[in-house]
């Protein structure tokens, strides 16, 4: 093994990385808000990436727009499947499990409602900043990946700031500590629900918008990318979004490394084992009880 | 100020509150006693809204509320100090209190308004806390950071459900201190609890309550002697 092709890895690893903790914290966020872990989370991205594409190929406007349009979508998503079915399935009395097993179901229907309407054909958004690359020490950044970086990473600190600053992020975390608390001193606790999926769906569109032009754009794509931000979240602690991108540049290297290191088929097989391993001995995540506060 | 009538709630179609008739004025301390399970918690979700009425009505200031939802009874000058108190433990002391502030300031601008100063002087150890987690603080400190909470909330009437149960006799002074100070600026009180000795002292009068009814109202005088009238203790306390 070179060292160029260590640090090709290495960049790989850091981009996918960063793929995974936008997803991871898309779930985190959700989860933050309403203690409900969302199964279709992966689902936000695939609308927001294929919402972008149809705005980009078939308007032929500009990526700005679509990026925008996409992570609008992802938010449209997010609020309509809090309103029409997390809503009512919690005014009848559900308990956890029900949401997980309603947002599961959600996420595959959408998948199927994507195999029928548009196929089976993949389809790919163009890169921000072109197709072109950066060349460091010997190896390749593609420029759309450095933006991917620097826009998620604007992303998590933006965050970060909202729930520690805004009135309303801490109402939103009030609210999923303790609803009655929440509710006595004056926070509508379903609007604020509401607006952690709204939050999440935003966050899920961006990802799919910013993962397009590297992945191919897919009806499996939710699934793929839900179960790696799930991986992230969980790694990082899920009461945390920004312990979803330790848990995402984490899974993401192992992956990469170990693409290097064994082969391509056993990248998934490595990484889950040392994710168990992790948890094993870090069952708080890898930020520790900390994280559990931390924003 | 606050009248309940003929109010019935329960949980699951059981009911709890059977058709319960009271009311507090404007500027009094009103004790509500009775033994477990006589629906004395049930009452306070049914008034600050976290419980549906099944019938009858609440109303302030001649105002039906019963149909509000809890987070805006709240700007009616109603707080309230749940059991458990309902805190926000994962958040910092400063944290409560400014997001109950925060929600307070577009309440009523006619009613007194708390400042954090004012419910730091009330309580002066919050102001050596305030960047503390609140889930590290003790039950006594805890139970004032709730009460403080709802003062930010600029209540004309404060509902406290049960504030003195687990804590130590020391913190039980502090807190009736702090009930007395706020008697002194004209905050009407509705206090729950089984503590009669406490009540006695921080109330001007009583209702009794039992399996879900008010089954004797106990006038100023009356209640002051309560801690001497062996049957009703016994009646409706089981003490």
């Known amino acids: ?295 | 100020m606050l009248r309940a009538e003929a109010i019935e709630a329960g949980y699951g179609g059981l009911p709890v509150l059977k058709g319960l008739t009271f009311g507090i004025e404007r500027n009094e301390a009103v004790a509500l006693i009775g033994a477990n399970g006589a629906g004395k918690s049930t009452l306070v979700r049914a008034l600050c809204g976290l419980l549906p009425l099944t019938a009858g009505r609440i109303l302030q200031d001649g105002r039906e509320i019963q149909r509000l939802p809890a987070h805006q009874r709240t700007r009616h000058g109603i707080a309230v100090v749940l059991e458990s108190r309902h805190l926000f433990g994962e958040l910092s002391v400063r944290h409560n209190l400014e997001l109950a502030a925060a929600h307070g300031e577009r309440h009523g601008a006619a009613r007194r308004k708390f400042r954090m100063d004012d419910v730091i002087g009330l309580f002066p150890f919050l102001g050596g806390r305030l960047d503390a987690s609140v889930q590290l603080l003790s039950g006594g400190e805890q139970q004032m950071v709730a009460i403080a909470r709802a003062l930010l909330l600029h209540p004309e009437l404060l509902i406290l459900d049960e504030p003195s149960t687990g804590l130590s006799p020391k913190v039980v002074r502090e807190i009736v201190g702090a009930l007395a100070t706020l008697r002194s600026a004209g905050m009407s009180i509705l206090l729950v609890e089984q503590n009669v000795a406490l009540a006695v002292e921080a109330a001007d009068r009583a209702y009794v309550m039992s399996l879900g009814l008010i089954v004797q109202e106990l006038d100023a005088a009356a209640w002051k002697g309560v801690l001497d009238d062996e049957a009703l203790l016994q009646a409706y306390l089981g003490s």
């Open chain 1, 1 to 295: 093994m070179n060292g160029t092709l260590l640090l090709q890895s290495v960049i790989v690893g850091i981009t996918n990385g960063f793929v995974y903790a936008l997803v991871g914290l898309g779930i985190a966020v959700v989860f933050r808000g309403t203690r409900i872990i969302n199964a279709m989370q992966g689902e936000f991205s695939l609308v927001g990436g294929l919402v972008a594409f149809v705005v980009v190929e078939s308007l032929g406007w500009p990526l700005a727009v679509a990026t925008v349009a996409g992570v609008l979508a992802g938010g449209v998503l997010g609020f309509a499947m809090e309103w029409l079915l997390v809503r009512p399935t919690r005014r009848r009395g559900a308990g956890e499990e029900s949401y997980l097993l309603l947002t599961l179901g959600v996420a595959f229907a959408i998948s199927a409602a994507v195999l029928y309407f548009i196929g089976r054909d993949t389809r790919s958004l163009p890169g921000i900043g072109g197709e072109g690359s950066a060349v460091l020490f010997d190896a390749a950044v593609r420029y759309h990946a450095m933006w991917l970086v620097i826009l998620s990473s604007a992303v998590m600190l933006l965050l970060r700031l909202f729930y520690d600053r805004t009135r309303i992020g801490l109402s939103m975390m009030a609210a999923s500590i303790d609803e009655d608390g929440a509710a006595t001193i004056g926070i509508d606790v379903p609007l604020m629900r509401s607006l952690s999926f709204l939050l999440g769906g935003l966050v899920g569109g961006l990802a799919g918008v910013l993962v397009s032009p590297l992945i191919t754009i897919h009806y499996e794509m939710g699934l793929l990318l839900t179960l790696k931000g799930f991986a992230a979240a969980i790694l990082g602690g899920l009461l945390n979004p920004f312990g979803a991108v330790i848990g995402g540049l984490t899974l993401g290297l192992i992956e990469s490394l170990a693409v290097l290191t064994v082969s391509s088929g056993y990248k998934d097989v490595i990484a889950m084992t040392l994710l168990i391993v992790i948890m094993i001995f870090l069952p708080n995540g890898m930020l520790g009880r900390g994280s559990r506060k931390g924003g």
